[in-house]
């Protein structure tokens, strides 16, 4: 209180308030309260992890820092144009806009590294804002807006309450996607494709989380999708899975290949050499 008064020795207006509260409703004050709210911002922002803020190898990620399993999103470039690897969610999109716009990137396309809500929400939109082709795994096409598709199961007790919470949610039309519509449908001539249109990547096959779920690897990095997690900042497999055996086969598969790093839908990516089971 000591302080506070003295910051206010050139107030004499309230100087009873000021001794009774510390809103006093003075110029100083309402800048205060002003400073605050700017400040707030600032931190907001702060909350947004990029490859701007923190480098990890090359790889050129967005992050927003909130919760326990951070959405995340990354572009890679081709010839022709860049990448958008996933979209983020209704939380993300200014940011995320503004992030590309900032750093000028040319989004031709966009690829979704499976047809849940929180990595497709913002798909329709993007398609359109950029004129992006959409690459999703063909076995994925169905559960577009239908997360009901693939009933999802808790990989671990601690999970439980999760996966039934998601599972409410994604009912309701708040957390359903805007439809889209895939234009091309990943399969095993994907790669193929992709050099066509001038991207040197490899599309891996990841399913388990599920049906769809494809990662990209491209120069010692796995973008994985949700086929691998940062929960916590802590590296591990998905919170829920479509299918528990196929899942836990494509972690087999992602430590066959043994990236140098792993960039996860969730979470900032990390080392995964030093991970490694
Ligand atoms: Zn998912
Ligand atoms: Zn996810």
């Known amino acids: 209180m000591e302080d506070y008064i003295e910051a206010h020795k050139f107030s004499n207006n309230h100087m009873e308030q000021l001794k009774k ?23 907001k922002n702060m909350r947004t992890q990029t490859s701007d803020n923190v480098k990890i190898g090359n790889i050129r990620y967005f992050t ?22 996933d979209t983020g969610f209704s939380t993300t999109t200014q940011a995320l806009v503004r992030w590309i716009s900032e750093k000028g990137y040319n989004i031709t396309d ?10 497709d929400w913002n798909a ?14 063909k076995e ?31 009912k309701t039309p708040l957390f359903k996607s805007k439809h889209y519509v895939p234009d091309i449908l990943i399969d095993e001539n994907a790669n193929e494709v992709a050099k066509q249109y001038g991207y040197d990547i490899e599309f891996v096959h990841l399913p388990g989380h599920t049906k769809g779920s494809y990662g990209i690897l491209k120069d010692g990095v796995l973008y994985a999708g949700d086929s691998y997690a940062v929960l916590n900042g802590t590296p591990m497999e998905p919170p829920h899975a479509y ?3 196929e899942m836990k086969d494509s972690v087999r598969k992602i430590a066959e290949l043994s990236p140098e790093y792993l960039a ?3 979470g900032v990516p990390f080392l995964f050499t030093d991970h490694m089971m």
Request: charged share 25%; net charge positive.
């Open 243 to 245: 299918s528990i055996e």
């Open 64 to 85: 927003e820092l909130k919760g326990d399993a951070p959405i995340s999103v990354y572009v890679v470039s081709g010839e022709k144009g860049d990448m958008l690897i």
């Open 21 to 43: 509260d510390k809103i006093c409703g003075c110029f100083y004050c309402l800048t205060g309260v002003k400073r605050k709210r700017n400040g707030n911002r600032n931190i």
């Open 140 to 170: 994925d096409l169905s559960l577009i807006c239908n997360f009901a598709d693939q009933p999802q199961t808790p990989t671990h007790s601690r999970f439980v309450s999760r996966v039934k919470r998601i599972s409410f949610w994604t």
């Open 110 to 119: 966009i690829f979704i590294t499976h047809a849940h809500p929180d990595h």
């Open 264 to 266: 996860c839908g969730h």
């Open 124 to 137: 329709a939109r993007f398609k359109q804002l950029f004129n992006a082709r959409i690459w999703l795994g």
